[in-house]
């Protein structure tokens, strides 16, 4: 299991032994750095937008994640992140717990990334791109009658 935690502002205040493994970094090159070091840049950009939107809103999110390791190396993980509370429930950080995903289910989402990935790059800007990545995105899943939760525990 894969293990970080950030804080508000998704820089990494926690990384256990395995993510570190994974992702070719020394801890001293992690901690205080921002998660997206390790993003890949065939991940779309609204998946991340669609992530971040929900774990602000105090909810729970799994998502299919092309990480990049230090050496340029990649790896596909299914990540469960979540809001981290103090007491009040304000929410102080971010946790995440990821795992291999199985390879029947990136067989669909590969393909899917890749569609999200053309549409933002077809666009000038990087925010419009992400934004006309998550409009297609939002349309796909409501084709399918599905959140994105539902969407990837129906793979």
């Known amino acids: 299991m894969i293990v970080s935690k950030t804080d508000?502002?998704?820089?990494?205040?926690?990384?256990?032994?395995?993510?570190?493994?994974?992702?070719?970094?020394?801890?001293?090159?992690?901690?205080?750095a921002p998660h997206s070091l390790i993003r890949h840049?065939?991940?779309?950009?609204c998946v991340f937008k669609m992530l971040w939107d929900t774990i602000q809103t105090?909810?729970?999110?799994?998502?299919?994640?092309?990480?990049?390791?230090?050496?340029?190396?990649?790896?596909?993980?299914?990540?469960?992140?979540?809001?981290?509370?103090?007491?009040?429930?304000?929410?102080?950080?971010?946790?995440?717990?990821?795992?291999?995903p199985d390879k029947a289910q990136l067989e669909k989402i590969i393909p899917m990334y890749a569609e999200l990935l053309a549409e933002e790059n077809?666009?000038?800007?990087?925010k419009d791109g992400m934004l006309r990545g998550h409009d297609m995105l939002m349309n796909m899943l409501k084709g399918k009658g599905l959140d994105y939760d539902e969407f990837v525990f129906s793979l």
């Open 58 to 100: 105090k909810k729970e999110l799994f998502a299919y994640i092309v990480n990049m390791a230090r050496d340029g190396d990649h790896y596909w993980v299914f990540a469960h992140v979540t809001p981290t509370f103090d007491a009040n429930r304000n929410i102080l950080g971010f946790h995440s717990n990821r795992r291999k």
């Open 8 to 32: 508000l502002k998704g820089r990494i205040t926690y990384a256990n032994d395995v993510f570190l493994r994974l992702a070719k970094f020394p801890r001293s090159q992690v901690i205080g």
């Open 122 to 126: 077809r666009h000038d800007s990087r």
């Open 41 to 45: 840049p065939d991940m779309p950009r």
